[in-house]
């Protein structure tokens, strides 16, 4: 599956931003869909996972209860709904897509496949 990585831009704090990571080649069925992000001079970090057969999702600590994972069937896509967005949210985000991850792996970035172009998300303090 090819992922492309949508949505980015600049914001200010406390404002929403919803990214999209959209499937070409096949669809998402039986994968798990994941974000990650990495900020300038940091490595990269968990976001968000979604098991599309389950619709589980698992999220970092440092988004959990401001970002949302969710999909839709027929456009193909995942998206990452953030709110109440913080100056240190700012990185470029990454979607990525695995389908024989389990679930002790979701955070680690080394059991994705699948990877998406970056998309870059600025916020302004």
């Known amino acids: 599956v090819q992922l492309q990585a949508s949505g980015g831009g600049l914001v200010q704090a406390g404002d929403s931003l919803r990214l999209s990571c959209t499937a070409s080649?096949?669809?998402?069925?039986?994968?798990?869909v994941a974000w990650f992000r990495q900020a300038p001079g940091k490595g990269r970090e968990f976001v968000s996972a979604l098991r599309l057969s389950s619709m589980h999702t698992y999220y970092g600590d440092s988004v959990k209860g401001r970002f949302i994972t969710s999909r839709d069937n027929a456009k193909k896509s995942v998206y990452l709904q953030m709110n109440s967005l913080k100056p240190e949210d700012t990185a470029v985000y990454y979607c990525?897509?695995?389908?024989?991850?389990?679930?002790?792996?979701?955070?680690?970035?080394?059991?994705?496949?699948?990877w998406g172009q970056g998309t870059l998300v600025t916020v302004s303090s």
């Open positions: 080649g096949e669809t998402f069925n039986g994968y798990v």
């Open positions: 990525a897509a695995s389908r024989t991850i389990i679930v002790s792996s979701y955070r680690n970035e080394n059991g994705y496949a699948h």
